[in-house]
């Protein structure tokens, strides 16, 4: 079956730009999960959803980001102003529930020039 | 604060021998460990995991072991080969019942290459 889909895969935007990301998770999976990974890093966590809800964004660096999942299915991930420090690949998954593996989508590399 | 570390950067093998990656934490709550394989332009996929209550957990080829008075986790893969090659991620999460559950804490990752 189709995995975790992400689009675009590529984004260059200039600083002080806003972007949208994307990410459609497997389908009947309850959950899902966004990550940051910078050069040379492992994954960060950002957010994940259970359902529509955020169940935990902890992981947010600051006010300038904000993710959604408005119908408990697809989500994006918004980041407004941005900066050269956001250029990272944006990582999404998607799990059956809470306490299942988490899938992973190709990622989103974002470059902020 | 790097709660999940891989403090060797890369890790270079004949094809045929047996592969050992290691993995450290630090934060006590973690009770569920994963590993993670990542060729690149692609996103991490799942290899294997293991829960706090036990200390060895197999799957074919790849064996994770724990040792959770040392706070340190091994993933073996025996015999290597050549497709192994990828970057491999140590991944920790919280009690499964508090709602940080869901977060996936990852280590550097460790770069494996297997020679032919």
């Known amino acids: 079956g189709a995995g975790v889909s992400q689009t675009p895969s590529n984004k260059v935007t200039e600083k002080g730009k806003y972007v949208e990301l994307r990410c459609d998770p497997i389908s009947g999976h309850t959950a899902l999960y966004w990550y940051r990974q910078s050069l040379g890093q492992g994954p960060e966590f950002l957010i994940y959803f259970q359902g529509t809800g955020a169940a935990d964004d902890s992981g947010l660096p600051n006010d300038r980001f904000f993710a959604v999942r408005p119908e408990g299915s697809v989500s994006t991930l918004k980041i407004q102003r941005t900066e050269r420090g956001d250029s990272a690949v944006y990582l999404c998954a998607s799990s059956s529930r809470t306490s299942e593996t988490q899938y992973f989508g190709p990622g989103t590399r974002l470059t902020v020039l | ?116």
């Open chain 2, 1 to 116: 604060d790097q709660q999940v570390k891989q403090n060797s950067p890369s890790l270079s093998v004949q094809e045929g021998r047996i592969s050992i990656l290691n993995c450290d934490y630090t934060n006590s709550m973690f009770d569920y460990f994963l590993w993670y394989k990542k060729y690149p332009a692609e996103g991490p996929t799942f290899l294997i995991s293991i829960s706090s209550i036990k200390d060895k957990n197999e799957d074919g080829r790849f064996t994770v072991f724990l040792n959770k008075s040392a706070k340190h986790l091994s993933l073996h893969i025996v015999p290597s080969q050549p497709g192994d090659s990828a970057v491999y991620f140590c991944a920790a999460s919280e009690d499964r019942g508090g709602t940080s559950y869901g977060k996936l804490t990852f280590g550097q990752g460790t770069i494996l290459t297997v020679h032919p």
